[in-house]
């Protein structure tokens, strides 16, 4: 039996978290309905506050290149953030199979949205009209190690 990278990845995302901002507040969203795939009305797994700013985050383990928007369903729950003073909703996406791990924000896929895309994917990092962000990530057997801290806006 394979084991659920994802759930994995969601673990190790906390803990990861918890690494790269260690006075953080994370709160995992109690998923009542898991295994009944777009039944939970959550608008992502986790919120998190290392300071000043709140991420809603959703994490995706994804195999291949490009995941496509409808294995996104929180995408128009997470929509209804987008406008908030310090709040930043957004996917955080592992491309399993490439050893990659990016950011998205809700804005970046509304942009894709609009622009017609079907999906994200890695070649969109070549594409200045994102602001897709790399995770800097180390490898360790299978899953990755990610550093979270490029997240934090730049004072200007």
């Known amino acids: 039996m394979k084991p659920d990278l994802g759930k994995k990845f969601e673990e190790l995302f906390k803990l990861d978290w918890k690494r790269c901002f260690p006075d953080t507040f994370i709160f995992r969203l109690k998923d009542d309905l898991a295994g009944f ?4 009305q959550n608008p ?5 506050f290392p300071g000043n700013y709140l ?3 959703e994490t995706k383990e994804h195999h291949g290149a490009s995941i496509p928007f409808t294995a996104i369903p929180q995408y128009e729950r997470l929509l209804k953030y987008k406008d908030l003073p ?3 909703p ?3 996406i592992w491309f399993s199979e490439k050893d990659l791990v990016m950011w998205v924000s809700i ?5 894709m949205v609009l622009n017609g895309e079907k999906s994200i994917g890695i070649r969109m990092l070549k594409n200045k ?7 800097p990530s180390v490898k360790k057997r299978v899953y990755l190690e990610v550093d979270y801290t490029p997240l934090i806006p730049k004072e200007d």
């Not at 804005?107 to 942009?111: A, I, L, W």
């Not at 009209?129 to 995770?135: D, E, H, K, R």
């Open 90 to 92: 957004g996917v955080i």
């Open 107 to 111: 804005n970046d896929m509304e942009k």
């Open 55 to 57: 991420f809603l985050v």
């Open 129 to 135: 009209l994102y602001n897709i962000i790399v995770l």
């Open 37 to 40: 795939k777009n039944a939970s």
């Open 86 to 88: 310090n709040v930043y």
């Open 44 to 48: 992502c797994d986790f919120m998190c």
